[in-house]
T-cell receptor
């Protein structure tokens, strides 16, 4: 399985862009990069995913390097409600479908 | 936009008792999952289902049972509750077997076994 490495914690000022890095140097060609977040003790919330190209949706942007060994999740204008643990996951496809293996994630603290 | 609905949200169970955690989804997803999350830890897969009538074990299935009689519902059964099963349980669903299909989660059931 492709393993991901994320910083354990980050701070961001409210209204500024939050850039959350993730290393996945052993990713395979058909594996996707997914980002989820977990606010306090709520269920994980899907944010965005990508394979090779950069992706953008209403929540965030995902920048994947050309060699696919790392990616960055960008929250363009962080708010206090974005304070959460963010998980970068490289999914493995097997009989269970798109397998998610949650690591430690990055605890993002958005400060006023 | 109901998505994945879990009941109950909280429950306290005595050692040795049994209970069923309910999960239903209204997105017509084929795949459904049960995870548990212990304090400060990531999620671990308990059981999953790829369609009605088909279930299989995940990483930590001991002490649990599941059934999938309909596409919408995927209940998780604890037969003889033990303190080690105190955890937060999350149900999730996804459309199908593709790397391009995200899982969508419910808000969880917080279960304490005393």
């Amino acid at each position: 399985d492709a393993k991901t490495t994320q910083p354990p914690s980050m701070d961001c000022a409210e209204g500024r862009a939050a850039n959350l890095p993730c290393n996945h140097s052993t990713i395979s060609g058909n594996e996707y990069v997914y980002w989820y977040r977990q606010i306090h003790s709520q269920g994980p919330q899907y944010i965005i995913h990508g394979l090779k190209n950069n992706e953008t949706n209403e929540m965030a942007s995902l920048i994947i390097t050309e060699d696919r060994k790392s990616s960055t999740l960008i929250l363009p204008h962080a708010t206090l409600r974005d304070t959460a643990v963010y998980y970068c996951i490289v999914t493995r496809l097997n009989n269970a479908g798109n397998m998610l293996t949650f690591g430690g994630g990055t605890r993002l603290m958005v400060k006023p | 936009n109901a998505g994945v609905t879990q009941t109950p949200k909280f429950h306290i169970l005595k050692i040795g008792q049994s209970m069923t955690l309910q999960c239903t989804q209204d997105m017509n997803h084929n795949y459904m999952y049960w995870y548990r999350q212990d304090p400060g830890m990531g999620l671990k897969l308990i059981y999953y289902s790829v369609g009605a009538g088909i279930t299989d074990k995940g990483e930590v299935p001991n002490g649990y049972n599941v059934s999938r009689s309909t596409t919408e519902d995927f209940p998780l059964r604890l037969e003889l509750a033990a303190p080690s099963q105190t955890s937060v349980y999350f149900c999730a669903s996804s459309r199908g077997q593709s790397g391009n299909q995200p899982q969508h989660f419910g808000d969880g059931t917080r279960l304490s076994i005393l």
